[in-house]
């Protein structure tokens, strides 16, 4: 009968150390929503940046494995600081999509951001119009609660993997050195190419112009609508901040550009998201991205 006790409680010892050593387990394992995410995840697979071979869809796919539809990715474990949405106008360049996308997911998932990727397609044969595009795609994306939106020109490749996403500042420009300008910056003023804002920033300058359409004018008319609203631009430093441009065919110029120009300090107010009108857009998601489908 002794002996029967003692076996007893040496189960009942082994057992309560065994629950206690799965409770911990389950502790250790379970995410930790309040700890902020590191800029890059340990044992993350290094990608070259950059690296300008044209991928298939579905190569990359089947190496992303983090991106959840519709080109949206989720930090495991961690809390990532911003929500941020990448906004992409595009038409017709489907071989310089794949490349900056080959680029910018790993880039992203290395900072540990919660992102998703929007490709915010003209359908229709009217002048290219990118400002409107941009509008549009902000008022999409920010249904989906989005904190940080960069605005990303398809032909522009990240060089640096610390170019960062996440909204340090704003409005902040990323791409301060390109290549077919000699890594310089030709303008203090210069905001085109790929620009980062907050929300509130953003809406204070009542977002792009809708008006400008072919090639040239509306990023001059954004740092109007920056300068007026007494806001300054941030960049990273020099050799930090540099981006290789895709060549393509360049779109018609916008020949009315310059007389545009002349009323841009004071048409910020009746020109941009709050004057934005367009039919409602068809929305697809891919699995490296969130197409919207736009007909101005």
């Not at 474990?77 to 941020?84: A, D, I, L």
């Not at 951001?113 to 915010?120: A, F, G, M, P, T």
């Not at 290219?128 to 008022?139: D, E, Q, V, W």
Request: net charge positive; with cysteine; hydrophobic share 35%.
């Amino acid at each position: 009968m002794r002996e029967v006790t003692v076996i007893r409680r040496l189960v009942s010892t082994v057992a309560i150390f065994y629950i206690l050593g799965y409770t911990m387990v389950l502790l250790l394992a379970r995410p930790k929503e309040n700890l902020m995410c590191q800029t890059y995840h340990q044992g993350s697979v290094l990608y070259p940046i950059p690296n300008f071979n044209d991928t298939h869809e579905k190569d990359m796919v089947s190496r992303f494995t983090w991106l959840g539809n519709g080109g949206y990715s989720l930090p495991y474990g961690c809390r990532s600081k911003e929500r941020v949405a990448i906004l992409i106008p595009y038409r017709d360049r489907e071989k310089q999509l794949r490349i900056l996308l080959s680029n910018l997911h790993p880039l992203l998932y290395r900072q540990g951001l919660e992102y998703r990727i929007y490709v915010i397609e003209q359908a229709d044969t009217k002048p290219f119009n990118k400002g409107m595009l941009y509008n549009i795609a902000y008022s999409e994306a920010k249904t989906d609660n989005h904190t940080c939106f960069v605005f990303h020109d398809v032909d522009l490749i990240p060089e640096n993997d610390q170019i960062m996403y996440n909204c340090v500042r704003s409005p902040m420009h990323l791409s301060r050195a390109i290549d077919s300008f000699n890594y310089r910056l030709p303008d203090r003023k210069l905001i085109g190419g790929v620009s980062m804002w907050k929300k509130e920033d953003f809406e204070k300058v009542n977002g792009w112009s809708n008006l400008f359409v072919n090639w040239g004018g509306e990023d001059d008319d954004m740092s109007y609508r920056i300068i007026m609203n007494k806001l300054s631009i941030f960049r990273f430093r020099n050799n930090v901040a540099r981006y290789t441009m895709l060549k393509h065919k360049r779109t018609p110029v916008n020949t009315a550009r310059y007389q545009m120009l002349m009323d841009s300090p004071w048409r910020f107010k009746v020109d941009g998201l709050s004057t934005l009108t367009y039919i409602p857009p068809t929305r697809e998601n891919h699995q490296l991205y969130t197409r919207i489908l736009v007909r101005t």
